[in-house]
């Protein structure tokens, strides 16, 4: 059974930083691509960050390239996201996935979600 649990949200003034970390278990985390997504109040889940499964290759949406770093620690069935000067419109719940497909630098979510972690970036 497939389970992910993401850590590492809380309360940050704008400018600031936060790691994000999601665990995951129930089958072999370093054969599946991974990726961020997240929810703000009244809006749709969007997508935020992707890697490949190795870690060679890194996808971001506009609005956190070069402020945003995901990464992954497959000895530790972890994928990580850095997030360096923060904005208020960065609030909301940040969810991992894993699984999803990868073509054309576009990451297609699957299924597999954790119960997301709350980031709160005050202004």
């Known amino acids: 059974q497939v389970q992910l649990v993401e850590s590492g949200g809380g309360l940050v003034q704008a400018g600031g930083s936060l790691r994000l970390s999601c665990v995951a278990s129930g089958r072999t985390f370093s054969i599946y691509h991974m990726g961020w997504f997240r929810q703000a109040p009244g809006k749709e889940r969007e997508f935020v960050a992707a890697i490949s499964w190795c870690g060679g290759s890194t996808y971001y949406a506009y609005s956190v390239k070069g402020r945003f770093t995901i990464s992954r620690g497959n000895a530790k069935d972890t994928v990580y996201l850095q997030m360096n000067s923060l904005k208020h419109e960065d609030t909301a719940v940040y969810y991992c996935?894993?699984?999803?497909?990868?073509?054309?630098?576009?990451?297609?979510?699957?299924?597999?979600w954790g119960q997301g972690t709350q980031v709160t970036v005050s202004s």
């Open positions: 996935n894993e699984d999803g497909t990868l073509n054309s630098g576009t990451y297609y979510p699957s299924t597999y």
